[in-house]
């Protein structure tokens, strides 16, 4: 009797233990593991994303109209170093290459130049400048001056209490009236001088960046 029943004893005992090592091992359990390993891994890089976004409303803005990437360039170095948000001034109409032809009197650029009048529309969406305190803006120059279009962009907006630093590029000539230009124009804000960021190196532009914030 005692046999029967330490046998029974032994076969409940072994059909347990292999359900138990069975559920341990099984693939189902394995995958949701990975499954909640990947989808709590989702979970953090939107959260993540979610608070970048959330946290982009800075109030450094950097502006920046350019037509051949050279003055974006150095756009996107002030705003990394600064940590600011990026607004690309683009055309409503692209400036194409014969447009930019400064050899040519009758280029669409050599027209708008000396028209000072002239206010060339703006293609990219409407800005809010609420809670920036500090706006960067940058711009090749044209014939010495900002290109119109950042007449267009100054008179469109209000600047109240608002720093505005121009920054620009060039093929060697300086500010000139720019800056003043733009602080008429805008006819708000508190302007800085101008500076010229050509070739300028990141020791050079940091520098300049804590001096103006
Ligand atoms: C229509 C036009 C006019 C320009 N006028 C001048 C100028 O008066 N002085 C100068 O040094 N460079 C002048 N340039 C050269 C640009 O200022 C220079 O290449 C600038 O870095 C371009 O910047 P971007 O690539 O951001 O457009 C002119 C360029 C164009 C297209």
């Known amino acids: 009797m005692k046999r029967i029943i330490s046998a029974v004893f032994i076969i409940v005992f072994v059909a347990a233990l292999a359900a138990a090592c069975g559920q341990t091992a099984a693939p189902e359990d394995t995958s949701s593991v990975k499954e909640t390993t990947a ?101 090749p120059i044209w014939w010495g001056e900002e290109p119109r279009i950042l007449d267009t962009f100054v008179e469109k907006y209000d600047f109240d209490g608002v720093t505005c630093i121009p920054f620009c590029t060039s093929g060697g000539s300086g500010v000139g009236r720019s800056d003043k230009n733009l602080a008429d124009h805008a006819g708000s804000g508190n302007w800085e001088s101008g500076k010229l960021l050509n070739h300028t190196s990141d020791a050079d532009l940091q520098n300049w960046i804590d001096s103006v914030m």
Request: aromatic fraction near 8%; charged fraction near 25%; glycine fraction near 4%.
């Open 39 to 139: 989808s709590s891994k989702e979970t953090v890089s939107v959260s993540a994303e979610t608070s970048i976004l959330a946290e982009s409303r800075k109030d450094v803005l950097v502006v920046v109209f350019s037509a051949t990437g050279t003055t974006k360039a150095v756009a996107d170095r002030i705003a990394a170093y600064a940590d600011a948000d990026l607004y690309e001034i683009k055309a409503a109409q692209e400036y194409t290459a014969a447009d930019l032809d400064w050899t040519d009197r009758n280029s669409r650029t050599t027209i708008e130049q000396n028209d000072k009048s002239a206010r060339p529309q703006i293609g990219s969406p409407e800005l809010s400048l609420d809670g920036y305190k500090t706006v960067f803006i940058g711009y």
